[in-house]
């Protein structure tokens, strides 16, 4: 009964751990009613229209004190983006790269002006900037790329990176020298394909895909699956909603993120001022994936001037940071399914690295914490199994006094437990209750950029990569280990050896966890033995003074 409690506890856990995603699925809701699913499909169509292949890039670099960017000169497009305070998954030696259009994967921001059409207005007229590179050299630094007077319009576009930030200004001025008034919509998007990350393996696993939050549908993830559905169906289904007068989109990866904003915090107004915005996330003719928002802009009088101008923000899942972009933005560190225990998991292991001023000893003490605030469930859970580890040595003259007879023997274990006061299931209800809360801490840790980088002590210089010399994984096998002697015994021999090579199994995914999470997983298993270990000694110095165990 015992083996079959703690089989039934680390299976769960494993299950909901490494395919939460997959067993529970977001529910589909009902299709829209037929008159959105036109706006949808008109949406689409114009968005079909400003579609275009990436070109060979014309390179004009900008360097700041936390990004090198590459824009297109040609387009305009944000083609490559340069992390620089932050390392590659693959090789510390080199920094991230967050965007880029090399042979190794596509992810890009591009913008646009089409008219009333849907067409873009410079397809086919190339920008021009007067210089090759730009560096930071006070608060910020803009480039200005111009294009030719076109249909009476004279545009420029013009980025705006400052210093200190991962924020991206890209604005549109327009001097319309014609005739009529310009009516223009301005048609943001970021462009990926659906290769994964580099450094993401099998048992660190993140979403990857396009975001929207919008106040009429919150946040929303569309998965590449969805997308590609709705590519091989030529509909428009991928739950997601379609206008918005506020909020923002893009796409997200494992730490890191790229959003266009269409009110920045603090903003008494949306970009969305002159019309609602469209939203058109897809898989593009080209198998690229993007996700796009089509603002539409206020007449240009002829002769007068406009201007449109959004906030990119290409960087890092920073909760302090993201959380002062936008409203809700922080919501695009992505918990899954246990954003509820995970976050204000983090609001406190974020509130314990102000007082410690290291992550690695936040985590112990964060481990420290939520053991004490667990401390009656486990209390219970551990006394169960003291009391069926105490009455073993019965379990084992029951057998050998009923051998084969199975309904006998039960009848004989249930009374045994009656008598003793024991409940069979004490011990695993409580485990099961914890779950939740463990799981949240779980993903806390591991979406948390802040851990990226971070030391610990020693030989530990970054919790978000593997331990170098799988110290920490080795110790935790050692707990596992452990915490099995500490365990009611099995009463079959086949049991007893499975119990011993589990730990062994169990313990080999930590050698490619992140080090903050075993350490965690470790500080946890010395609390539990310690825990379990008095327990046991208490229940058994009652039971030699004869007292009655409860």
């Not at 009964?1 to 529970?24: V, Y």
């Not at 009516?183 to 990857?208: C, H, M, W």
């Not at 219970?380 to 073993?392: C, E, L, T």
């Not at 009923?402 to 023997?409: P, Q, S, V």
Request: proline share 6%; charged share 20%.
């Amino acid at each position: 009964m015992d083996f079959k409690r703690l089989m039934a506890f680390f299976a769960i856990a494993l299950a909901i751990l490494m395919g939460w995603e997959k067993l529970f699925p977001s529910p589909k809701p009902a299709q829209q009613a037929q008159q959105q699913a036109a706006q949808r499909q008109q949406a689409a169509a114009a968005t079909a229209k400003a579609e275009a292949a990436l070109a060979p890039a014309a390179p004009i670099t900008v360097t700041t004190d936390t990004v090198k960017a590459v824009i297109d000169e040609k387009s305009g497009d944000l083609r490559r983006l340069t992390l620089l305070k932050y390392e590659a998954n693959g090789d510390g030696n080199k920094p991230f790269v967050l965007f880029n259009d090399s042979k190794e994967y596509t992810y890009v921001a591009q913008s646009e002006l089409l008219d009333a059409q849907g067409n873009n207005i410079l397809q086919g007229v190339a920008f021009t900037s007067p210089q090759k590179q730009y560096t930071l050299n006070g608060d910020k630094v803009e480039v200005r790329l111009t294009a030719p007077e076109t249909k009476g319009l004279k545009i420029d576009k013009v980025y705006t990176f400052t210093k200190g930030s991962y924020l991206v200004n890209v604005r549109f001025d327009v001097n319309n020298a014609g005739a009529q008034p310009a009516n223009l919509t301005a048609d943001y998007r970021i462009v990926r394909d659906g290769s994964k990350p580099e450094g993401q393996g099998y048992f660190t696993q993140s979403y990857v895909g396009p975001v929207v939050y919008t106040p009429e549908g919150e946040f929303q993830k569309v998965q590449f699956s969805d997308l590609d559905s709705d590519a091989k169906s030529g509909k428009n289904e991928a739950d997601y909603v379609r206008k918005t007068h506020t909020g923002w989109l893009g796409m997200i990866e494992h730490h890191f993120m790229s959003t266009w904003i269409l009110q920045p915090k603090g903003a008494q107004q949306s970009v969305c001022a002159a019309g609602d915005c469209r939203i058109d996330i897809k898989r593009r003719g080209d198998n690229l994936y993007s996700a796009a928002v089509s603002v539409p802009m206020a007449a240009v009088p002829n002769g007068g001037k406009g201007t449109m101008s959004v906030n990119l923000y290409a960087g890092p899942q920073t909760t302090s940071v993201i959380a002062d972009v936008a409203d809700n933005l922080q919501l695009a560190k992505d918990y899954g399914k246990v954003h509820w225990f995970a976050s204000p998991l983090f609001w406190l292991l974020n509130q314990l690295h102000n007082l410690i001023g290291n992550w690695g000893w936040a985590i112990v003490a964060l481990t420290c914490i939520v053991k004490a605030v667990l401390f009656p469930l486990t209390n219970a859970s551990y006394r169960s199994m003291a009391k069926m580890r105490a009455v073993a040595p019965k379990l084992e003259a029951l057998k050998a006094k009923y051998g084969d007879d199975r309904m006998a023997l039960q009848q004989a274990m249930m009374q045994m437990y009656k008598d003793e006061k024991i409940n069979p299931l004490g011990g695993c209800l409580p485990m099961l209750l914890q779950i939740p809360v463990f799981i949240g801490l779980y993903w806390a840790l591991f979406a948390s950029v802040e851990l990226r980088q971070a030391p610990w002590l020693g030989w530990i210089t970054d919790l978000s990569r593997t331990d170098p010399y799988y110290i920490l994984p080795l110790i935790m096998a050692v707990t596992m280990i452990a915490q099995t002697y500490l365990n009611p015994p099995p009463t079959d021999p086949m049991q007893a050896k499975m119990m011993k090579i589990m730990p062994i199994v169990f313990s080999v995914m930590f050698f490619f966890f992140p080090a903050g999470l075993v350490l965690y997983w470790v500080v946890n298993n010395l609390l539990t033995i310690a825990q379990q270990w008095y327990i046991n000694k208490s229940i058994e110095k009652q039971r030699a003074q004869g007292e009655v165990v409860s």
